[in-house]
């Protein structure tokens, strides 16, 4: 009785209103804001571990998860997070839903903003689709991802794990590594990870890294090796099948051979070095199962259960926030 | 056209004639539909009773504005615009002459299609309407449209619109066989395969915005083959829309080297940069797509420098069914018909450009390039007239054009230059109401 007096404690000690009414991307976030959000998180981990894992912090709060691009993790992430907060949750997707006969995301998202829902949560495969919509209803936006541009709760969970593991963010050189140019979880880590002081480096092909990267403020690589040189974290990407038969890089094979993350290859890392992974992962091809299934390297796992807790932390800051101003 | 208005006198104008160069006061008199007399001072000596006089107050006065790049709905696509609501725009926006694209449903790539068009247009009884014929069957860019029977029909030049004609052998014999008629034939320069699923200009902003980018190069390298094949087959090219510094360059060298290549530029390039898509903002998504503000600065420069020599509103509405999506997913295009004049104005008011250099891109060098008689302030020529406010600012209010699509990138904007008065023919088709 006692611990969950504390851990309900510490989120109610935590818990604060967002500074926006959606929360649309990395890009529009204050350094103490994110910090407050892993603060809050830290929380819900705590909670998610208790037997008890409910709050009423969302109760007769009504949340749509609005998936137009097929997610596994990040739409049962998102509605495990939902529930624990005691909301009321339902899913859409596209494929079983009137988008199907023509009607337009903008109607789609009309029709469910009738409906009064308190928050929605978007994932598109168009850039700006999450921001669009935040401009037509009456709720608050998540972005579970838009395109190739952002996915902020990804960013806000590889924060968490880091943190977590190293006890700070500050000072970490952390290596994100492959398909650069389609990753939106690439560009919202860049931006938060810097935002919080760590040094990041961007590794891979020329053909997978965006215009104009050298101008992020991050070191940019095309040899894996010299790229996670003495790095406190390697965080892969996934690379869509589909881009490797010629279209961006020759193979699967060659692209392992240079750019896939085996033992040998990150002996160049430091020697404490953690692996991370958004998910889902094509083994053997961006990395090797070694690597990844490795409880004292990998935090693939880790970024799994802090993915809970920092959607249930921004779902409630955006709670809040709109509670403060009713 | 029916009704000839009665002889009309403007007194007290400022002319600005791209033919003689002249800017300064001075008076104008229509009569039976053309210009009658021009006189470099701004009184009229001896005018009979039966004359209207029109005291402009020193309000510029112009020929009409000629635009070679109109897209309307007509025929296939209705609810984006009609021949009669876009002719009503263009007289609001002081346009007198609109040469309507090929790339409609069907495409206008035969006699018959031209002479359709041409007759809806002439029952409208506004501006002056001609035809871009298609430069392949039905812009598909594999076989040669009917070019010298659509030339007879009276199709002012071919073109496929917004595509490219990918197989060189083809845009060859395009040429080639215009050249058999001095046909005129417009080509979009855009390497089909770099720019396939490209929304914006490769580089550090749109990789920012995820967005599907294409290097600005893929015009520049088309171009260059563009005017390679006009160089070989000596045929007469209009480079449609220029957007790129790089491409200037390309152009550059081959007028140099004689090649007949016009080349035309978008009132929206003009005007806009590739930061102006920040948020997704689907009225600023164009094809071609915004660029740098470097290459905005070389295209106002070769417009000064007259190597641009056209300027187009790229009229090309959209509803908002086809605005409001994702960005990438949203049509490209803008309307332009009504804000072209004012747009250009407000680049003379930022001082980057002469009055007389971006006048003449709008009325004399397309009316000369298509062999039309107007676009001059000159006795005997058509009395295709705009007389506007060069000093009042505007500010455009998109859901007020009247276009039936409102996707103007220019909406909020201030602009300068009110149109007071159009006349085609000598007959007043806009006035406006004060």
Redesign the interface.
Same mark, same amino acid.
């Given at each position: 009785m006692d611990e969950a007096g504390d851990i309900e404690g510490a989120i109610r000690s935590r818990l604060f209103g967002l500074s926006s009414r959606h929360f649309l991307g990395v890009a529009g976030l204050s350094r103490p804001e994110s910090e407050a959000l892993l603060d809050l998180a830290d929380a819900f981990v705590a909670l998610s571990r208790a037997p008890e894992k409910k709050t009423t912090l969302l109760r007769g709060r009504t949340m749509v998860n609005l998936f137009f691009e097929n997610s596994t993790r990040t739409q049962l992430s998102f509605e495990l997070a939902g529930k624990r907060l005691g909301a009321d949750t339902m899913n859409m997707s596209p494929r079983t839903s009137s988008m199907a006969k023509g009607e337009t995301l903008i109607d789609t998202a009309m029709t469910l903003n009738a409906m009064r829902p308190d928050l929605l949560i978007v994932r598109h495969a168009a850039s700006g689709a999450a921001a669009l919509l935040s401009q037509k209803v009456g709720c608050s936006v998540v972005n579970a991802g838009d395109g190739w541009h952002e996915h902020p709760t990804q960013a806000l969970l590889d924060a968490l794990s880091l943190r977590r593991a190293y006890g700070r963010v500050e000072g970490l050189k952390v290596a994100i590594c492959g398909d650069v140019l389609h990753s939106r979880v690439a560009r919202s880590n860049v931006g938060l990870l810097q935002l919080l002081g760590a040094r990041v480096r961007l590794v891979g092909p020329p053909t997978l890294m965006p215009a104009g990267v050298e101008r992020w403020g991050a070191e940019v690589h095309h040899d894996l090796r010299k790229g996670i040189a003495g790095a406190d974290a390697v965080m892969m990407l996934r690379l869509q099948l589909e881009r490797m038969d010629g279209a961006f890089v020759p193979s699967t094979r060659e692209y392992f051979r240079f750019y896939g993350l085996d033992a040998e290859k990150l002996a160049a890392a430091a020697p404490h070095v953690r692996v991370m992974h958004p998910g889902p992962m094509n083994r053997g091809v961006e990395i090797e199962s070694g690597v990844a299934d490795d409880p004292r390297i990998s935090l693939i796992q880790d970024q799994v259960e802090m993915g809970v807790a920092v959607r249930m932390a921004v779902l409630a800051a955006l709670s809040h926030r709109r509670e403060a101003a009713a | 056209m029916t009704r000839p208005n009665p002889p009309f006198a403007f007194v007290n104008a400022r002319l600005v004639d791209p033919e003689s160069g002249y800017d300064g006061p001075g008076s104008l008199v229509v009569a039976e539909g053309v210009i009658a007399d021009v006189q470099r001072r701004p009184d009229l000596p001896a005018l009979s009773g039966e004359v209207r006089v029109v005291d402009c107050s020193g309000a510029l006065l112009i020929p009409g504005l000629v635009d070679l790049r109109v897209k309307t709905g007509e025929p296939g696509a209705e609810p984006k615009e009609t021949l009669k609501s876009a002719s009503r725009a263009a007289a609001a926006g002081g346009v007198t002459s609109i040469v309507l694209q090929p790339d409609t449903d069907p495409a206008i790539d035969e006699p018959a299609m031209v002479d359709f068009i041409l007759r809806r247009a002439r029952d409208i009884e506004l501006v002056q309407v001609y035809v871009a014929g298609a430069a392949t069957k039905g812009c598909q860019g594999a076989r040669i449209a009917e070019i010298g029977l659509m030339a007879e029909a009276g199709a002012l030049y071919f073109s496929d619109a917004d595509r490219s004609i990918v197989d060189s052998k083809v845009l060859r014999r395009v040429l080639s066989y215009a050249r058999g008629f001095d046909a005129l034939v417009a080509h979009r320069p855009a390497d089909p395969w770099l720019t396939a699923g490209a929304c914006a200009t490769? /580089?550090?902003? !749109? !990789?920012?915005? /995820?967005? +599907?980018?294409a +290097?600005a190069a893929a015009e520049r390298i088309l171009l260059e083959r563009d005017l390679t094949l006009a160089e070989l087959t000596g045929a007469r090219l209009i480079v449609d829309q220029l957007t790129t510094a790089d491409a200037v360059q390309a152009l550059r060298r081959a007028r140099e080297r004689g090649v007949r290549a016009t080349a035309t530029a978008s009132i929206n390039h003009l005007s806009f940069n590739e930061l102006d898509i920040g948020?997704?903002r689907t009225f600023y998504r164009l094809d071609p797509p915004l660029r740098s503000e470097d290459d905005r600065q070389a295209l106002i420069d070769a417009v000064s420098d007259g190597l641009i020599e056209v300027i187009t509103s790229a009229h090309t509405p959209a509803p908002a069914?086809d605005k409001?999506? +994702?960005? !990438?997913?949203a049509a490209p295009g803008a309307v332009g018909l009504q804000t072209l004049l004012p747009a250009l104005l407000a680049l003379h008011h930022e001082g980057r450009a002469r009055l007389l250099d971006l006048i003449r891109a709008v009325t004399l060098s397309p009316a000369r390039l298509l062999g039309l008689p107007s676009g001059r302030l000159h006795p005997g020529a058509p009395a295709d007239l705009v007389l506007c406010d060069l000093d009042t600012p505007v500010v455009i209010d998109a859901d007020r054009l009247i276009s039936k699509s409102k996707n103007s990138p220019f909406d909020g904007r201030r602009l300068m230059g009110q149109v007071l008065m159009t006349l085609v023919n000598g007959r007043i088709v806009h006035q406006a109401t004060t």
């Open positions: - | 490769e /580089g550090e902003f !749109a !990789a920012r915005m /995820g967005l +599907p980018s +290097p948020d997704y069914e409001r999506l +994702p960005f !990438a997913e």
